[in-house]
């Protein structure tokens, strides 16, 4: 087997984009590895016989991501990579995307994509490579492939358009963009934005197209040197007699395909198709019967709305369905939403949480942890229909993931809504674009929840229909009939300022840009109508939390001081959450974010940390609390959180033998500071208060004392000389202390000073 390698090379974006064959995985249809700066991947395309019975194409595309690119050791129990990470499976489905309509039609052998991350430098993300990778290795195999397909990711930073911008560049870009195209169009558009004007977006699309034809040329040049010649493959074709056969029965019969109602109109053509198999099932296949009245039903559709301007439900093509909001349904939760658009209704709920319950990442990025978070279900009852539970699909994680970028650009910062926000959309009800429906229920959701959003912020799903002379028509609002028969899936979210996400989807071989042009525009206009429907349920977002919600506290403490307040092994801090119900989150900064539904809970957690972080000085004097007696003393409590030792012979102003003849745990008592030691312990005196010592005396005595400890060492006996005998020292009978009554005094001290009042809760 020939082991050469080649190498083929070319500048994009100030950075050599490298693409190599022939030394690994040699036994795949196609194998190619990509390099960009340090990162790295494999990309291997493999083909199996046809699969029968499927109608439908049979791609497959795994992003396998290894942690050891990263240098990284997985942080499972096995210490060995599970089941692919949200980021995994998004990148897979946006390698997916571009790559499914340029194989033939017809075609149903098993191709499968596999993109290995082999090294990750932190800096250039895999995506991006995983893409021009497939299509690379596609096409230099035998594999059928109408391609090469060109990527490219695109920031906005400054005023100016970045190409391939780097994790580091990506967190200052007001745009982050990846489009995949053809040398003729465009076929696959991903975006999220912060809130970009549609004449910006568009031309940052064709700036992207622009440089995708360098990435085309380099695998062209590639192709021209090791591609294999492809499988001859031809679809099965549809006899002609049977195609004019289906084409009469539809034509000879009386009814209508444009019902409103999505059940009715599958129960007509479910009817439709018996009928056509009892009349002309015994002269023609039933497969191909099929096949033509499937054929036969788009030929219909496409032609209304071509011809006529009529869609399935009647609507014209700039036209929505009827629209419905509302928000606060469910009692107990932080915030809930409801949008319904046609047959589609969507019930977000939103959830608030402590900054601790950020969701960590365990991947090749170097994004470690995020706190906003959305997810989507789409359960079987939504269309009808039954199927196992078996957890969120690849294409429930990305509808999830859109929504998510859609509404990232709104979410106000840590800063000023120090909270964890989860939401989740469960779609009730399908008949087309639930994941724009999300964007709009998770919206409301966020009004009622109180979360202060920069802007609202609506989504809708435009689709196309291509007509052989050049003709089109792009509809707003598509339903699942016009998504299934329609050459466009285009969702468009924003607010009224403009594009925060994208997602382009198409089933022709590209898209030209006055299409999209005409999209965008009337994609606008739909947003602003959806706007001002959900303003009028809810027009800005509340004003309070709900009762149900964590209310979230800021004080800043100094950073020295971060171990005092977790405490060796994070003793002190878990002390104080099992106290006071509180959730708290220290920063390295030395912010500390304490939550509770209570205020009097929270109140006592600032109180402690505040008691721990404050620093101590001889002298001062304090009402305390006696928290526990030992055989030498008893230990006050005098800050919370924060304890001091008075000695027994500290306790009273007359000798006391023990300190149980003194002071019981729970008595309050004025003490004063005399020492704090080098280890931050604390010595305090009840005497010198009962004395009426002066602070200033104490702090002279303490300061003595310290100078005494710090001296010269006493000297060492010398050799051969016995030390003096200690024993002959301080002879004499020993002072009795003064007779007094063993009573104390348990009136009230003097009253502490009040508690400081907490910061103001975020809302």
């Given at each position: 087997?020939?082991?050469?390698?080649?190498?083929?090379?070319?500048?994009?974006?100030?950075?050599?984009l490298?693409?190599?064959?022939?030394?690994?995985?040699?036994?795949?249809?196609?194998?190619?590895?990509?390099?960009?700066?340090?990162?790295?991947?494999?990309?291997?395309?493999?083909?199996?016989?046809?699969?029968?019975?499927?109608?439908?194409?049979?791609?497959?595309?795994?992003?396998?991501?290894?942690?050891?690119?990263?240098?990284?050791?997985?942080?499972?129990?096995?210490?060995?990579e599970?089941?692919?990470?949200?980021?995994?499976?998004?990148?897979?489905?946006?390698?997916?995307?571009?790559?499914?309509?340029?194989?033939?039609?017809?075609?149903r052998?098993?191709?499968?994509?596999?993109?290995?991350?082999?090294?990750?430098?932190?800096?250039?993300?895999?995506?991006?490579?995983?893409?021009?990778?497939?299509?690379?290795?596609?096409?230099?195999?035998?594999?059928?492939?109408?391609?090469?397909?060109?990527?490219?990711?695109?920031g906005?930073?400054?005023?100016?358009?970045?190409?391939?911008?780097?994790?580091?560049?990506?967190?200052?870009?007001?745009?982050d963009?990846?489009?995949?195209?053809?040398?003729?169009?465009?076929?696959?558009v991903e975006?999220?934005?912060s809130?970009?004007?549609?004449?910006?977006?568009?031309?940052a699309?064709?700036?992207?197209?622009?440089?995708?034809?360098?990435?085309?040329?380099?695998?062209?040049?590639?192709?021209?040197?090791?591609?294999?010649?492809?499988?001859?493959?031809?679809?099965?074709?549809?006899?002609?007699?049977?195609?004019?056969?289906?084409?009469?029965?539809?034509?000879?019969?009386?009814?209508?395909?444009?019902?409103?109602?999505?059940?009715?109109?599958?129960?007509?053509?479910?009817?439709?198709?018996?009928?056509?198999?009892?009349?002309?099932?015994?002269?023609?296949?039933?497969?191909?019967?099929?096949?033509?009245?499937?054929?036969?039903?788009?030929?219909?559709?496409?032609?209304?709305?071509?011809?006529?301007?009529?869609?399935?439900?009647?609507?014209?093509?700039?036209?929505?369905?009827?629209?419905?909001?509302?928000?606060g349904?469910l009692?107990?939760?932080?915030?809930?939403?409801?949008?319904?658009?046609?047959?589609?209704?969507?019930l977000t709920?939103a959830?608030?949480?402590?900054?601790?319950?950020?969701?960590?990442?365990?991947?090749?990025?170097?994004?470690?942890?995020?706190?906003?978070?959305?997810?989507?279900?789409?359960?079987?009852?939504?269309?009808?229909?039954?199927?196992?539970?078996?957890?969120?699909?690849?294409?429930?994680?990305?509808?999830?993931?859109?929504?998510?970028?859609?509404?990232?650009?709104?979410?106000?910062?840590?800063?000023?809504?120090?909270?964890?926000?989860?939401?989740?959309?469960?779609?009730?009800?399908s008949?087309?674009?639930?994941?724009?429906?999300?964007?709009?229920?998770?919206?409301?959701?966020l009004?009622?929840?109180?979360?202060?959003?920069?802007?609202?912020?609506?989504?809708?799903?435009?689709?196309?229909?291509?007509?052989?002379?050049?003709?089109?028509?792009?509809?707003?609002?598509?339903?699942?009939?016009?998504?299934h028969?329609?050459?466009m899936?285009?969702?468009?979210?924003?607010?009224?300022?403009?594009?925060?996400?994208?997602?382009?989807?198409?089933?022709?071989?590209?898209?030209?840009?006055?299409?999209?042009?005409?999209?965008?525009?009337?994609?606008?206009?739909?947003?602003?109508?959806?706007?001002?429907?959900?303003?009028?349920?809810?027009?800005?977002?509340?004003?309070?939390?709900?009762?149900?919600?964590p209310r979230?506290?800021?004080?800043?403490?100094?950073?020295?001081?971060?171990?005092?307040?977790?405490?060796?092994?994070?003793?002190?801090i878990?002390?104080?959450?099992?106290?006071?119900?509180?959730?708290?989150?220290?920063?390295?900064?030395?912010?500390?974010?304490?939550?509770?539904?209570?205020?009097?809970?929270?109140?006592?957690?600032?109180?402690?940390?505040?008691?721990?972080?404050?620093?101590?000085?001889?002298?001062?004097?304090?009402?305390g609390?006696?928290?526990?007696?030992?055989?030498?003393?008893?230990?006050v409590?005098?800050?919370?959180?924060?304890?001091?030792?008075?000695?027994?012979?500290?306790?009273?102003?007359?000798?006391?033998?023990?300190?149980?003849?003194?002071?019981?745990?729970?008595?309050?008592?004025?003490?004063?500071?005399?020492?704090?030691?080098?280890f931050?312990?604390?010595?305090?005196?009840?005497?010198?208060?009962?004395?009426?010592?002066?602070?200033?005396?104490?702090?002279?005595?303490?300061?003595?004392?310290?100078?005494?400890?710090?001296?010269p060492?006493?000297?060492?006996?010398?050799?051969?000389?016995?030390?003096?005998?200690?024993?002959?020292?301080?002879?004499?009978?020993?002072?009795?202390?003064?007779?007094?009554?063993?009573?104390?005094?348990?009136?009230?001290?003097?009253?502490?000073?009040?508690?400081?009042?907490?910061?103001?809760?975020f809302?």
């Amino acid at each position: 087997m020939d082991s050469a390698l080649y190498t083929f090379r070319r500048e994009i974006g100030g950075r050599d984009l490298i693409i190599e064959s022939g030394l690994l995985a040699r036994q795949a249809n196609g194998a190619v590895t990509v390099r960009y700066g340090d990162t790295v991947v494999l990309v291997t395309a493999c083909m199996s016989s046809p699969r029968e019975g499927v109608d439908f194409l049979p791609l497959t595309v795994d992003f396998e991501e290894r942690l050891y690119a990263a240098g990284k050791i997985p942080g499972s129990w096995f210490r060995r990579e599970g089941r692919p990470s949200t980021s995994a499976i998004l990148t897979a489905r946006l390698t997916d995307r571009p790559l499914r309509p340029l194989f033939p039609k017809g075609f149903r052998h098993d191709v499968q994509v596999i993109i290995t991350a082999l090294s990750a430098d932190q800096e250039n993300d895999h995506d991006i490579l995983g893409i021009i990778g497939a299509s690379a290795a596609l096409t230099i195999s035998d594999i059928p492939f109408e391609g090469p397909v060109g990527a490219t990711r695109l920031g906005y930073i400054d005023g100016q358009f970045v190409v391939n911008p780097t994790f580091a560049q990506r967190k200052d870009s007001r745009l982050d963009l990846v489009v995949a195209s053809t040398r003729q169009a465009v076929v696959m558009v991903e975006a999220g934005a912060s809130e970009l004007p549609e004449e910006l977006m568009l031309e940052a699309i064709r700036h992207a197209h622009a440089v995708n034809q360098e990435v085309i040329e380099l695998q062209m040049e590639m192709a021209s040197v090791l591609g294999r010649p492809k499988v001859e493959w031809q679809p099965a074709p549809l006899q002609p007699e049977v195609v004019e056969a289906v084409r009469q029965f539809v034509a000879a019969r009386e009814w209508d395909l444009l019902a409103a109602a999505k059940d009715e109109r599958q129960a007509l053509l479910d009817q439709r198709r018996q009928e056509l198999l009892a009349a002309l099932g015994d002269a023609h296949p039933h497969d191909q019967l099929l096949r033509a009245f499937e054929e036969e039903v788009r030929r219909v559709v496409r032609t209304r709305i071509l011809e006529e301007g009529l869609r399935p439900d009647g609507r014209r093509p700039h036209e929505l369905r009827p629209l419905s909001a509302a928000v606060g349904l469910l009692p107990r939760t932080h915030g809930s939403g409801l949008f319904t658009r046609g047959e589609t209704q969507v019930l977000t709920i939103a959830t608030l949480g402590s900054l601790g319950e950020r969701q960590e990442l365990d991947t090749i990025e170097p994004e470690e942890s995020k706190r906003f978070i959305h997810h989507y279900n789409f359960p079987p009852f939504s269309t009808g229909e039954t199927r196992p539970l078996r957890g969120p699909s690849r294409r429930e994680i990305g509808h999830g993931a859109l929504a998510e970028r859609a509404l990232e650009p709104v979410i106000p910062s840590e800063e000023e809504f120090p909270y964890t926000i989860r939401l989740v959309s469960e779609v009730l009800s399908s008949n087309g674009s639930t994941s724009m429906a999300s964007v709009c229920g998770s919206t409301l959701s966020l009004m009622d929840a109180g979360v202060p959003i920069k802007a609202p912020v609506a989504g809708v799903a435009m689709g196309l229909v291509t007509g052989e002379d050049g003709r089109f028509a792009v509809l707003t609002d598509i339903a699942g009939l016009e998504d299934h028969y329609g050459d466009m899936d285009f969702k468009v979210a924003g607010t009224a300022e403009g594009i925060t996400a994208l997602q382009l989807d198409i089933k022709i071989k590209g898209l030209d840009f006055a299409v999209l042009e005409q999209a965008l525009r009337q994609a606008r206009e739909a947003r602003l109508h959806i706007l001002q429907r959900m303003l009028e349920t809810i027009p800005e977002s509340r004003a309070e939390l709900s009762p149900y919600a964590p209310r979230m506290y800021r004080i800043q403490i100094p950073v020295e001081k971060i171990g005092a307040v977790i405490g060796p092994g994070g003793r002190v801090i878990r002390s104080i959450i099992d106290e006071t119900k509180c959730t708290i989150d220290v920063e390295d900064d030395g912010t500390v974010y304490v939550g509770s539904p209570s205020e009097a809970a929270a109140r006592r957690a600032i109180e402690i940390i505040e008691g721990l972080t404050k620093e101590v000085k001889v002298g001062e004097i304090y009402t305390g609390k006696v928290t526990r007696l030992v055989p030498f003393g008893a230990f006050v409590e005098i800050l919370p959180g924060k304890e001091g030792l008075v000695r027994t012979e500290e306790l009273a102003d007359y000798r006391a033998r023990r300190p149980e003849d003194v002071v019981r745990v729970g008595d309050e008592i004025m003490v004063m500071v005399t020492e704090v030691d080098q280890f931050g312990r604390i010595n305090l005196s009840r005497r010198a208060v009962l004395e009426g010592l002066q602070p200033e005396d104490v702090v002279r005595a303490a300061r003595a004392a310290q100078q005494s400890r710090a001296g010269p060492r006493p000297q060492q006996p010398q050799p051969g000389r016995r030390p003096p005998d200690s024993r002959f020292r301080g002879q004499g009978p020993r002072p009795q202390a003064p007779q007094r009554p063993p009573q104390v005094r348990r009136g009230p001290e003097p009253p502490p000073p009040p508690p400081p009042r907490p910061p103001a809760s975020f809302r």
